[in-house]
């Protein structure tokens, strides 16, 4: 069996595949749309990269797959997603010759209703399984991505699956999930990328479900909330999205007067440095959001994808990493940054905001905003804490406190960009640099846990 490589977004929580077919070509599973380390790695390796597989229509990253083919890549993707692309369609129990190796697509309707799973042959022995969002470690992906009306059939029809389709194959096949830990497409499961059949039919508490009702029941208590722009992703990716090849966008230089009359025209200035330089000093209005792995997932929770964006950044901050978490969720309307970032704006004398940050314990009466998800908000609080999750603050024309609050989330980029919306309404919130441990600690409190 050939080797199989796994480059995983920590950001999204995603994991794809490059699998060396043995004969000098490579298939790619579920690529997202920055392409270039998977050309890196078949340069290295002498491998040309032959086909680019999709398991379903993907909710929460812009598939790579036109990228690859592009330059020479053939798509195999399920028939029942009716992409709108050159590719071969694929249904259940339809096989593809790779040259030596076979495909053989297993119908997992579920986490999407197309979706498939497929199983490598090496002759008439399986040698893995690409499972998509149907089997993850722990797990299985989420089933309320389409509409609040199929969300019950589909978890039925994915309990099915498993049981009929998935848990049948031999107890040692290796298990390749595209969704994990860390993604919104998933229900909560554990840290590792990669499992066995065997150790999930042997620890994972979904599959344990001893009916179709308990399964249900199991993986509805379980689904959190997910970002908006979940439900825009799966048409772009059945369109086909634009195609760059090797030369992304870059940022156009903006003057002061320019970024403002961007902003007076309608675009969202996001401030991507990190938090302490934010709390410094910034544009009144801008929006927080650290650029580290993360920032793609609260750049599609927080913002519409049609708004262009603007940015200021700090001079050693990666430009190409900042364009290509834009892009890997659909966000093509850059409108450019900060020239000389925040030197330039003071420089021109315009008007600065400031955001008090601190480590230090708040008076026992100030109101604490938390505003983690809610399921690491049950895990433990701090006593008296006001819950709000990130992706719903932007609702709240007022501070949900009734007050200027102390704004906390796990290390303080999260309640950053909270206190950078509260700002946006009038509040001057504080933000605390730690975690609810560390506030609870520094009060003399225990957390409360709601578990």
């Keep these: 069996m050939s080797l199989i490589t796994p480059f995983v977004d920590e950001g999204l929580g995603n994991s794809s595949y490059l699998v060396d077919l043995g004969d000098g070509r490579a298939l790619v599973v579920d690529p997202v749309r920055a392409v270039v380390p998977y050309l890196r790695f078949a340069e290295q390796h002498g491998l040309t990269l032959a086909y680019s597989l999709e398991t379903h229509l993907h909710a929460d990253f812009v598939s790579g797959s036109l990228e690859l083919a592009r330059l020479g890549a053939s798509i195999l993707a399920p028939r029942g997603g009716r992409a709108e692309f050159p590719h071969e369609p694929l249904d259940d129990g339809e096989e593809h010759d790779l040259g030596g190796l076979v495909l053989r697509g297993i119908g997992t309707s579920g986490h999407t209703p197309e979706h498939l799973s497929y199983l490598l042959l090496d002759g008439d022995k399986p040698a893995a399984l690409f499972s998509g969002g149907a089997l993850i470690v722990g797990s299985v992906a989420r089933t309320d991505l389409i509409s609040p009306e199929q969300t019950e059939p589909l978890a039925r029809a994915l309990f099915r699956a498993l049981r009929d389709r998935i848990l049948p194959l031999p107890d040692e096949l290796p298990v390749y999930p595209t969704h994990g830990t860390g993604s919104f497409c998933s229900a909560p499961g554990i840290g590792e990328r990669t499992t066995t059949i065997g150790r999930e039919r042997a620890s994972n508490p979904l599959l344990s479900a001893p009916d179709e009702d308990a399964f249900l029941r199991l993986l509805m208590s379980s689904l959190g909330t997910y970002p908006d722009y979940f439900l825009r992703l799966r048409d772009v990716n ?41 709390a410094a000093g910034h544009v009144p209005g801008a929006l927080s959001i650290a650029l580290r792995p993360a920032f793609a997932s609260w750049l599609g929770w927080l913002v519409e994808t049609d708004r262009t964006l603007v940015f200021v950044a700090d001079a050693d901050q990666d430009r190409d990493e900042l364009v290509s978490q834009c892009l890997k969720i659909g966000y093509e309307h850059l409108g450019g940054e900060l020239a000389g970032g925040m030197e330039s704006w003071r420089a021109a004398g315009l008007p600065e905001g400031h955001t008090d940050l601190g480590a230090d314990a708040p008076a026992r009466q100030a109101p604490i905003l938390d505003v983690r998800q809610a399921n690491e908000y049950r895990g433990g609080h701090v006593p008296g804490a006001t819950h709000v999750e990130l992706g719903s603050l932007a609702d709240h024309a007022v501070s949900p406190t009734g007050a200027d609050p102390i704004v906390m989330c796990g290390h303080g980029e999260r309640a950053m960009t909270g206190a950078s919306l509260l700002e946006r309404a009038g509040a001057r919130p504080t933000v605390f640099l730690g975690g609810p441990a560390e506030l609870a600690r520094a009060r003399g409190e225990a957390l409360v846990s709601d578990a």
């Design 238 to 278: 059945r369109r086909g999205p634009a195609v760059y090849g090797s030369q992304m966008p870059g940022l156009v230089q903006l003057t002061p007067e320019q970024l403002q009359a961007a902003v007076t025209a309608g675009a969202e200035l996001i401030d991507v440095r990190p938090i302490p330089q934010f």
